[in-house]
Nanobody, 115 residues
């Protein structure tokens, strides 16, 4: 069974940084793309960043030059380093992957950016 567990969220002031982690189990992690989404109440989930099995990365325009996605295949973990955070980055951040035609999600970790 695929299991994704996020951690690292919290409250931070504008301009601050956070590093999110997502530990995966139940898959051969190194073979699968990994995604970070975020969601605010009443809105759809938006793709923030993705990283393929060969470490090719892509980002939403709103986070380019501020966020960096990376992966550690030995620890089966994907990271999202978030710098220069802004109030509009406030959201629940969710980790996701595709496996055998299905998309799997973690429960998410809350990020709040406020002074």
């Amino acid at each position: 069974q695929v299991h994704l567990v996020e951690s690292g969220g919290g409250l931070v002031q504008p301009g601050g940084s956070l590093r999110l982690s997502c530990r995966a189990s139940g898959i051969n992690f190194r073979l699968h793309p990994m995604f970070w989404y975020r969601q605010t109440p009443g809105k759809q989930r938006d793709l923030v960043a993705s990283i393929t099995s060969d470490h090719s990365r892509s980002y939403a325009d709103s986070v380019k030059d501020r966020f960096v996605i990376s992966r550690d295949n030995i620890r089966a973990t994907v990271f999202l380093q978030m710098d220069n955070l802004r109030p509009d980055d406030t959201a629940v951040y969710l980790c996701s992957t595709n496996y055998k035609g299905n998309q799997y999600w973690g429960r998410g970790t809350q990020v709040a950016v406020s002074s």
